[in-house]
């Protein structure tokens, strides 16, 4: 009966260890490389946030029944909503922006986006670029709508 046990199929210790390690090394070069990004996707990422961010300062406005900015400054990659906590915005993603005369800024560098409570705003545009990817996001003026597409 001694005999019948040693035909059965196993693994030793050293193929188990052996798996184990290979599986470690794989593991370890897929962390080391990070995850992957792709430029179009961190533009159209961050075209999403600044659109639904306008949004949101849209529906506060007309919600609360007073003025609310948006305010972007470009040379820090961030914006932010009134008084508001600073969001940032991808630093691989290059930002343009233009907005009506009396909306500009801190500096050259900073623009903002008014909304009043009947839901109409200042307008302006925002350009998200990363790569060959190109985004616009575009506020009406008149109706404050938001707008996201591929600009040119």
Request: charged fraction near 20%.
């Amino acid at each position: 009966m001694g005999d019948a046990r040693r035909g059965e199929a196993g693994f030793t210790l050293i193929e188990v260890l052996v798996v184990v390690a290979v599986i470690g090394l794989a593991i370890g070069l897929v962390a080391a490389r990070g995850p992957s990004r792709s430029p179009a996707l961190e533009a159209r990422a961050a075209a999403g946030e600044v659109a639904l961010a306008l949004r949101q300062a849209r529906g506060l406005a007309v919600a609360s029944g007073r003025r609310v900015t948006f305010a972007l400054d470009v040379a820090r990659h961030a914006y932010r909503i009134d008084d508001g906590p600073v969001r940032p915005l991808p630093p691989a993603v290059a930002l343009a922006m233009t907005a009506a005369a009396g909306e500009a800024g801190e500096g050259a560098t900073a623009g903002a986006i008014g909304f009043l409570p009947d839901g109409s705003s200042s307008g302006g545009r925002i350009r998200l670029a990363a790569g060959a990817a190109r985004r616009l996001v575009a506020v009406d003026w008149l109706t404050g709508r938001v707008t996201v597409a591929d600009a040119p």
